[in-house]
């Protein structure tokens, strides 16, 4: 027989501000720090809540957990609820974008309006090549030289020229945690497909993508737009995956500028597409 289903995470929890909700879902192997640069600013004006998703930064992996979307979700339902928030304003970078879209689509009731960074609705060959390699050069090459390879596929190279400091953060952030929930989430999304779903979104959608991303195609951005109705598109030029911090005020912008825009009710159609 099979066993209890993993307990729900008890996620930790960046929270600023107040106002209309604002949840900021990190990508895998990250944490809610990804969106430093952005939740002051959003918090002048919004309520901001920024997790560390389970078994990534402060949060816990619960006893069971397979990284499954369910049990994902389950975490998110729990801490909205906690809060008393209503429907959320969900951002969603990378994989945390794949459970943004899941999210979205499983609880629509429970999402305002959606901002998908750097994402796709598919984890393609290609991700997950590029997941296969990471996983190889940790196991063959060890430690740094497996920080030095997601750095240079995460971010685009002269820019990563320029900001050598985050190597170096990098290097002593990512030696101290838990690789194992990384690697569990990464086998979990690697069959996710929503392609056949994402036209019954209708909460107000907003893309935007680095032209130069190394681990996720700007190809998928297009078809986000394509796909799901009335969608706003914006694409960033010498630009990699990592844009909350390679385009760090630019990211601050658009979010404070679609978040300022007139009240939309959730479910209602988005707005028109941009040329």
């Known amino acids: 027989m099979a066993g209890p289903p993993p307990a729900i995470a008890e996620l930790h929890l960046r929270e600023e501000g107040s106002g209309e909700p604002v949840l900021l879902l990190h990508g895998l192997g990250g944490d809610h720090t990804v969106f430093n640069a952005q939740i002051r600013p959003l918090a002048e004006r919004f309520h901001v809540l920024a997790p560390d998703l389970r078994g990534h930064g402060r949060s816990p992996t619960p006893d069971g957990s397979t990284f499954t ?3 994902l979700e389950q975490d998110l339902d729990a801490l909205v609820e906690a809060r008393g928030t209503g429907p959320v304003h969900l951002v969603g970078l990378s994989a945390g974008g794949f459970l943004a879209l899941r999210w979205v689509l499983d609880r629509p009731e429970r999402v305002r309006s959606l901002v998908l960074l750097s994402t796709a609705a598919q984890c393609d060959g290609h991700t997950r090549a590029i997941a296969q390699h990471w996983a190889e050069v940790y196991r063959d090459q060890g430690y740094d030289a497996y920080v030095m390879r997601l750095l240079k596929d995460l971010y685009q190279a002269e820019w990563l020229e320029q ?17 194992r929930a990384a690697v569990q989430w990464g086998l979990a999304v690697r069959n996710f497909d929503v392609r056949n779903r994402i036209s019954q979104i209708r909460a107000p959608t907003s ?10 195609d700007a190809s998928h951005a297009r078809f986000l737009r394509q796909a799901i109705p009335g969608t706003e598109l914006k694409l960033f030029p010498f630009t990699g995956h990592m844009l909350p911090v390679e385009r760090a005020e630019e990211t601050t912008r658009l979010l404070l500028e679609w978040l300022a825009r007139p009240p939309r009710r959730p479910g209602s159609a988005g707005p028109a597409p941009s040329p």
Do not use: K, N, S, Y
């Open 69 to 71: 979307f369910d049990e």
């Open 163 to 179: 900001h050598l400091e985050v190597i170096d953060h990098a290097l002593a952030t990512l030696r101290g945690q838990d690789l």
């Open 207 to 216: 893309v935007a993508h680095g032209m130069e991303d190394r681990v996720i």
